[in-house]
């Protein structure tokens, strides 16, 4: 009898299916099984009428929709969902849900118009096409209906699935097929009043939970293919170094060693999604192919960047703030000259040094190259990115090139690994080996090879006035950049501390792109968590200066701004905040805007004698305008808070000499179960047609709100990151 390998995930599924388990909720289609064939065919496998690229209607009235966008965790299927439905105003019993096609999307002129997912955009900005493709479908049935019926469509009404006029009614399901062949001559509006939703603004559990509770559901490490092999890769140590030799000869007669990689950066192309010199040994197992990529004899040739180091550029970054850089937005000279000339001044240096994004999921891809087609397994935030890196990889046509969308175990700007080099690696190995190959980065190389959120130094001086306030504020960041580029543009360079909403009479920042050789890339909140982390630490310097509660400064200071108003003043009633609890007790308050939402954040913590700091509690106040589900957008904001905490505590990557050199959570550490603090999150909407982000703002106030709760629990003021770095003791 053969032996037979069963999974854990396997043996869940068995499991369930044995007693009569039954799973409702995301669609798994076939073409995402465990197992899948050598040519799986479109990620789409929906029975029944197209009504639209994104609505298929079955006759039984089971309504498939399409999601273009991935799902790593936010719940991204079910907020897509959601906003279709409530526009086609369908039975939410009645849905499935399967990703879309995105050699679809690319092939007919952008058809799903935006399949990125990033920057807290879903809902946010990508709403009214959503919600806009249910309300013409259901414009649609309804005039199907009408003509049938042979009464004006206005004369119809759509309702859970089921279509009136008088005394005559028919599902969804009979109409489909008559609806697909109707043109509107006006496309419907949308609904902009949130008082007539039906679906929208109730909570609801994420489609995707089952799956991911019961072993079911799929990522992009999950991939088998017939005759797939697997390739370890390593890269220059030190970032964007040159690979010099290696010596095949060494490992080539391990069990399993089927070839050696070579894999070369293009001279000129070195942005983001580019691939760095590398090289990679392919086996008939990741373990095989790992074990003797360690053996693998390689020489490398560093460069000058081998000379580099966090304190390095630390002392790099001191200097540019002492020196006059690019001014952003309007500049105001009468600033320093206010500082200079005033009785009390207060000033302080921050630093924040690199961070990775340490995704759950170990970065890899998978990618079989063939003569007429190639199919790509890649946790890409966006699939349709996927197919134009490889088809570009492989200079061949991207409509030949076929994404298969997987769940993503984390995303976190990084996009799948290494700016979705991993999917170039994967495309040229399998082109260079003639199999299908999967790609899994050992979490060293994860690490290591990240684009990582950028170290920053800024310097902030401000001249404080009789009434304690301040009168003139000056700024000046020093932000690390990839060859001294800026990538992202002010927007994120400067954000969290040249958008204080705080009223100065006078306000000047500046800034510097600092060169450095560590490719950079967005990062939860980018900007807004390094630099929020200063400001909103330095405000309540100057409000402790001007002998001001912090709480109450930050309201004085907004006066005339009803949102920051509504929320600082929520912030109050809902976290009874305070200054004069004991010794080794504190509450902290910070508040930053990002991704179109204000966020106020109050942390109360205890630290012992000894320097022992616990995060008791954090309170979330925002105002996001509208919230669609706010079950999803709750657990958004406790995973913002715990996520931005493990970084600003706990994190913190060390290069020496170039390279970076905690490499794994032995060492780049995330917070545990039993440091994640309780997390409460209030909604206070400030009303009007705001739709504002969820997936990241709740973050960037929480690492400054416990560092002004340690000021206030030890009378000692954290200026760094992480805060594991600090000696905390008290006597």
Partial sequence: MANQTLSRRSFIKASVAAGGGLMLGFHMP??????????????????????????????????????????????????????????????WSKIKTEFADANRHLRNNKEYIVMSTHGSQLVRLQHPHLMGAGASARERLKQAAAEAWEVDRSQVEAKLGVLTAGDRTGTYGEFAEAAARVKLDKEPEIKKDPATWWLLGKGQ???????????????????????????????????????????????????GVIAAVPLKAVPGKRNQPDMQDAVAVVADSYYRAKTALELLPVEWDFGDSAKTSTEGYYAEGRRLTEVKGMVSG??????????????????????????????????????????????????????????????????????TVYAHTMFLGGGFGGNGGGGTAVTRQAAEISKQVGKPVKVIWPREEDLAQDKQRPLTVAKLTAAIGDDGLPTAIFTRAAWATFDGINQWGSATADYGIYNMP??????????????????????????????????????????????????????????????????????????????????????????????????????TVTVSRRGRLNIEKVVVVLDAGRVINPHAAT????????????????????????????????????????????VETFFASSGGTKWGGLGEPAGPPAPPAVANAIYYATGKRIRSTPFRSHDLTWS
């Avoid at 630099?531 to 912090?550: L, N, R, T, Y």
């Avoid at 004069?580 to 930053?592: Q, S």
């Avoid at 657990?635 to 060390?654: K, P, Y």
Wanted: charged content about 20%; some cysteine; hydrophobic content about 40%.
């Fill in 635 to 678: 657990e958004q904001c406790e995973g913002s808070v715990c996520w931005e905490l493990s970084h600003a505590w706990m994190g913190g990557l060390d290069l020496e000499a170039g390279r970076f050199v905690n490499t794994n959570f032995d060492s780049y550490n995330l917070l545990r179960i039993d440091q994640n603090p309780q």
């Fill in 330 to 399: 309007k500049e105001d000279p009468q600033a320093a000259e206010i500082i200079a000339a005033s009785k009390r001044v207060v000033t302080a240096s921050y630093q924040r040094p690199f961070e990775t994004h340490a995704r759950m999921e170990p970065i890899n891809a998978t990618v079989h190259v063939q003569p007429d087609r190639v199919d790509v397994w890649s946790p890409t935030q966006d699939q349709s990115a996927a197919i134009l890196l490889v088809a570009d990889q492989l200079k061949v046509d991207p409509k």
């Fill in 205 to 255: 559990q994420r489609l995707d939970i089952p799956h991911k509770v019961n072993g079911s559901a799929q990522y992009a490490i999950d991939t088998r293919l017939p005759g797939m092999v697997y390739a370890a890769v390593k890269a220059s140590p030190v970032p964007w170094g040159t690979l010099k030799s290696y010596n095949f000869d060494a490992i080539k007669g391990r069990p």
């Fill in 30 to 91: 076939d073409a995402l099984a465990a197992t899948i064939g050598a040519r799986p065919q479109s990620t789409t496998t929906a029975v029944g009428t197209e009504i639209n690229a994104w609505i298929v209607i079955d006759k039984d009235g089971t309504v498939t929709l399409r999601i273009p966008h991935t799902e790593m965790g936010q719940g991204g299927i079910t907020s897509v969902a959601m906003l279709i439905a409530e526009e086609l105003n369908v039975d």
């Fill in 502 to 603: 705080y009223k100065f009479p006078h306000r000047h920042h500046e800034r510097h792109n600092m060169r450095t050789h560590i490719p950079g890339s967005t990062h939860r909140a980018p900007g807004a968590n390094q630099h929020g982390f200063m400001a909103e630490s330095f405000v309540d310097e100057m409000a402790i200066a001007g002998g001001w509660d912090p709480l109450e400064w930050r309201i004085k200071m907004t006066e005339g701004m009803p949102d920051w108003q509504l929320v600082f003043k929520t912030l109050k009633e809902k976290s009874g905040f305070r200054t004069d609890l004991p010794k080794g007790e504190g509450m902290g308050v910070a508040a930053i805007e990002s991704h179109g939402t204000i966020a106020a954040a109050c942390a």
